[in-house]
């Protein structure tokens, strides 16, 4: 089973054993889809009691954990989902798999880089692209992002005038 990070353990709340959930996904309501969550990338199983989101962040009961003491143990855990849990629309990849993909014009086949990183702006994802001397921003929007093949490793591109 393969895993993903979903968020991280950041601190306990309250008397009864809850933890507050600093959620690394698109919508901490995610959270509250998953009734098991692992940690120390999967080898331990957390069942969960309770989901509820606050102010951006989850609160989640473990079952075991009936106190503050208990919760403590779990601090600053990272919690894990099966990666198959998640239906991704076409054209909609995990940040993880774009991180490492090669980076070649779709005309010339010319090799910019390699995807070092993506920043969510809001309105689309920008990725940066790591040459041997450069870093360049580009933008994850369909005119210039031509095809992305994960199995392949590969991203080609038609970059706007004046990027590179």
Partial sequence: MELIEIGKIVNTHGIKGEVRVMPWCDSPV?????????TKNGSEKLVTQSVRITKGMGIIKFKGYNNPDDA?????????????SFELEDGVFFVR????LKVYDADTEFFYGVITD???????????????????L???????????????????????????
């Fill in 138 to 164: 580009v933008p994850g929007i369909a005119d210039v992002v031509t095809q992305t093949d994960i199995s392949e490793g590969v991203m080609k591109i038609r970059p706007p005038e004046g990027l590179f």
């Fill in 72 to 84: 403590e143990k779990l601090r600053a855990q990272v919690l894990y989902v099966p990666k198959d």
């Fill in 118 to 136: 993506v920043i969510p702006t809001g309105s689309n994802d920008v990725y940066t692209v790591k040459s041997e001397f450069r870093e360049y």
């Fill in 97 to 100: 798999d774009l991180i490492g």
């Fill in 30 to 38: 995610q959270l509250e889809r998953f009734d098991i969550f692992y």
